[in-house]
C-alpha cells in the first residue's frame, strides 16, 4: 500500500559521505517506525538505523557515530547520513516502513559502493 522510493546511493570513496532519501507515498508521522536495512551478497539483512514516532533512534553498532537518521515531515522523507563510509559499508540499502497498524513496506534499494 505505502510506496518508498530510495535514492542518493552511488559510489564513494573510503571517508568519503553520502545521504540517502527515502521518499514515501504517506505522511510519515502515520508511521510507528522508519528504518534503513542493508543487505551484502551472503550476509543476512542488517537493520542500519531506525527512527520511531516518538523521535527515539536505533543504529547498529556498526555505525554508530559515523550514521544518523532523520526526518523531513514536510517533505514525507527519511534520510540517512552517511560519513566517513568504509568498504564494509557496501550494500544495497533499503528503506523501511512500519505503520501504525503494524503494515510492513518496503522500497527497491539503492546500491551503495565504497572504493577507492
Known amino acids: 500500500q505505502v510506496q518508498l522510493v530510495e535514492s542518493g546511493g552511488g559510489l564513494v570513496q573510503p571517508g568519503g559521505s553520502l545521504r540517502l532519501s527515502c521518499a514515501t507515498s504517506?505522511?510519515?508521522?502515520?508511521?510507528?517506525?522508519m528504518a534503513w536495512f542493508r543487505q551484502t551478497p551472503g550476509k543476512q539483512r542488517e537493520l542500519v538505523a531506525a527512527i520511531f514516532s516518538g523521535g527515539s533512534t536505533n543504529y547498529a553498532d556498526s555505525v554508530k557515530g559515523r550514521f544518523a537518521i532523520s526526518r523531513d515531515n514536510a517533505k514525507n522523507t527519511v534520510f540517512l547520513q552517511m560519513n566517513s563510509l568504509a568498504p564494509e559499508d557496501t550494500a544495497v540499502y533499503y528503506c523501511?516502513?512500519?505503520?501504525?497498524?503494524?503494515?510492513?513496506?518496503w522500497g527497491q534499494g539503492t546500491q551503495v559502493t565504497v572504493s577507492s
Open positions: 504517506g505522511s510519515i508521522s502515520n508511521f510507528y517506525r
Open positions: 523501511n516502513a512500519i505503520s501504525m497498524l503494524g503494515r510492513d513496506s
